[in-house]
């Protein structure tokens, strides 16, 4: 690694400027890369619901629809506005009530049927989209209804609120980025000895944030989550390598006569020692991969890719950095603003036996309320209420009782009888507010002739015949969940090969693949882990006790949201363990290794207290960088997908810092003697 630093010092003009021509190239592909802003789509490709999406697309070109809210308008204007909707490219098919009514009042008909198309002069329209719900075209179509009918048109469904997620994270995403900068650079600037170190720290991890974001072009696409949570992330997770580097790098320089034989010296160090705690950060955000749902391989590869490319930048850019702005740093350097924690370690070491048994009576019913915590899956309630798709679906909701609009897809061949039976079937299912079909609708005495070619198309196609089902419950509830369920045993008593879809039937399975997903996620990560500290650490005791230690932080931190009555999004319990555990694993692997180098020349101790006095600062720093990264934009967010998640992380990071400086020393004091006689002598 001697020659590899070398190299870098000798060349540091040469690497700055590799990293500039890098950096273009990176945001030239950070531009190509797409964004999904639609969780469902990370759904397996083999469930029925997914393969029921596919065959509506297919089919009957409505892989994306829309039930929109037209307000004090008269029928020949919609039927005009409908003539405009129609020829915006994506669109498939428009249609309301007049399309079979013409100008029929909509009086003559019984109040049963008026309620359902037509109140407080308030008209409903069906947009059907030739491609799925969140697909670029459908989109764009979307975005150009609104712009053309100016206001006059509302928008409900998935497709609007794609939209409405991705105007909403692109206004806040460099506002997260900002917030980041600003509270690490506060922390740095107070911690470290120097006002312009701080910048070049942040400037270098910049660096390594944009190179992540620019190769993600390879991926082919990401996930808004992933593209917003990405640069805290990796800011929060690779600032102490940095940190590492700068303070050997300082402590080498009295003992060289030149800075970069010291930088050679630092580089190496640094190396040896973020080698172990990078891959477990790495392994923990690919244990992500073990999930069903894709968006955790989605995050999980992304930020594995970014903590490797932030260790490659630290050893490569930042040292060329320091040795280029030497005398500035040097012109800028100021009194260390740590507290000196002698006194805190010393009550730490003496009371080990109490903070221990503190530790052991906490286990059970941490881990008991983490398990409680409360989730959501509505996806919409992650989202403002002021956004014209919430509004709208809530308007539905209120004025026309559309909750859970589902569609089943039956063989075309099926014998009316059966169809019939099958209808009454589900109408007496409990919570089912109404079924529409094509027989359904001549019973309304509408006869074919009278219906539009649009309106035939959308019931029928040369495979199905599709059945329209509105449920009194909302989505992703127990209720509604339990009611496809029974819905399913229905339509495959009388067609086996029919598919129920629509958004209800999607989320119900993103709620079962999610809470297989948390027990997966967190095994696997815990294994993987395991594994690394057990070929790092080469011992068979401390994978094992410092596991523990993090999983009590983050049962900590997930008690803390049971306690407080707070309900989560989904995804944050899924992928929190995971992070946490990836991200601050560091921590106890930079206690434990030091307490073991200063435990074969010192008793016990003497080796925990001169391990906290040196690796306590270290810790400190690094956690509140990881806290502030996160902090903020935990604030700000008005994604509470994203706010949620970032507040955890966060409270992980300050809670998973406290129990390493505190709860750690007592462990590894107390199960000593097991720790000496099961790792490998070269470490101890």
């Known amino acids: 690694m001697k020659k590899f630093g070398k190299f870098v010092c000798k060349n540091k003009n040469l690497v700055v400027l590799v990293s500039a021509v890098l950096l273009i190239f990176s945001f030239i592909g950070m531009n190509l890369t797409k964004v999904n802003y639609d969780i469902l789509v990370y759904l397996p490709d083999e469930i029925e619901t997914i393969q029921g999406q596919n065959e509506l697309t297919d089919n009957f070109k409505m892989g994306g629809y829309s039930i929109a809210i037209i307000d004090n308008m008269k029928s020949k204007d919609i039927l005009e506005l409908e ?258 924690f002698n006194n805190l370690n010393k009550f730490i070491i003496k009371h080990k036996n109490a903070i221990f048994i503190i530790f052991i009576i906490l286990v059970i019913p941490l881990y008991l309320a983490n398990s409680k915590v409360d989730v959501y899956y509505k996806l919409d309630s992650s989202l403002p209420s002021t956004l014209e798709s919430v509004k709208t679906n809530e308007e539905l909701k209120d004025k026309f009782n559309i909750v859970s609009p589902e569609i089943i897809m039956i063989n075309k061949d099926l014998k009316s009888n059966k169809v019939s039976e099958m209808i009454d079937d589900i109408e007496n299912l409990e919570g089912i507010d109404f079924v529409l079909s094509f027989n359904k609708i001549k019973e309304l005495g509408i006869t074919e002739e009278m219906l539009s070619s649009d309106i035939k198309d959308i019931f029928k196609s040369d495979k199905y015949e599709l059945i329209l089902v509105n449920s009194d419950y909302d989505v992703a509830t127990d209720e509604l969940n339990n009611q496809t369920n029974e819905l399913n045993k229905i339509v495959k008593k009388y067609d086996n090969d029919a598919i129920v879809a629509g958004v209800g039937p999607l989320m119900k399975d993103l709620v079962e693949i999610s809470n297989t997903d948390f027990n997966n996620v967190n095994t696997y990560s815990i294994i993987c882990i395991f594994l690394v500290l057990f070929i790092v650490l080469k011992s068979l005791s401390l994978p094992f006790l410092l596991i523990g230690a993090i999983e009590f932080a983050i049962f900590a931190n997930m008690s803390i949201s049971y306690f407080g009555g707070t309900t989560l999004p989904f995804i944050a319990p899924i992928t929190l363990g995971t992070i946490q555990l990836g991200a601050t694993i560091d921590y106890a692997i930079l206690m434990t290794t030091t307490y073991l180098r200063n435990r074969s020349t010192m008793d016990k101790n003497e080796a925990m207290l001169t391990t906290l006095n040196y690796c306590g600062t270290s810790i400190l720093i690094s956690g509140m960088c990881f806290f502030a990264a996160t902090f903020g934009v935990g604030l700000y967010s008005q994604i509470e997908m994203i706010g949620s998640l970032c507040t955890l992380i966060s409270r992980g990071a300050l809670i998973s810092m406290i129990v390493v400086i505190t709860v750690l020393p007592s462990i590894l004091m107390i199960f000593d003697k097991l720790i000496l006689k099961t790792t490998k002598k070269e470490n101890v």
Request: aromatic share 6%; glycine share 6%.
């Open 83 to 340: 003539n405009d909707i129609k020829n915006v490219d994506g669109v498939s098919k428009v249609v309301s009530v007049y399309d079979v009514i013409g100008n029929i009042p909509i009086s003559m008909f019984p109040n049963e049927i008026q309620e359902r198309i037509h109140k407080n002069n308030s008209d409903l329209l069906l947009i059907t989209f030739t491609d799925s719900t969140s697909s670029e075209k459908t989109i764009d179509a979307v975005r150009e209804i609104r712009n053309i009918t100016d206001g006059k048109v509302k928008q409900g469904g998935m497709s609007s609120m794609v939209l409405d997620t991705m105007n909403l994270s692109e206004r806040e995403i460099t506002i997260y980025i900002a917030i980041a900068v600003v509270l690490c650079l506060i922390v740095l600037s107070v911690f470290l000895d120097s006002y312009i170190v701080p910048v070049l720290l942040l400037l270098n991890i910049g660096c390594a944030i944009v190179f992540n974001l620019g190769t993600n072009v390879f991926l082919g696409n990401i996930s808004y989550i992933t593209k917003a949570l990405v640069a805290v992330l990796q800011l929060g997770v690779t600032t102490d390598f940095s940190i590492f580097l700068y303070h050997s790098y300082e402590k080498k320089k009295n003992n060289y006569k030149s800075r970069e034989d010291a930088m050679i010296d630092a580089i190496s160090e640094t190396f040896k020692s973020v080698t172990g705690s990078s891959l477990t950060t790495i392994v923990g955000f690919l244990a992500l991969c073990a999930m069903q749902l894709t968006l955790g391989s989605d995050l999980g590869i992304v930020m594995a890719k970014g903590v490797l490319i932030g260790v490659i930048v630290v050893l490569t850019l930042f040292p060329s950095l320091i040795l280029m702005f030497n005398k500035l740093i040097e012109k800028t350097k100021h009194k260390e603003l740590v507290p000196n």
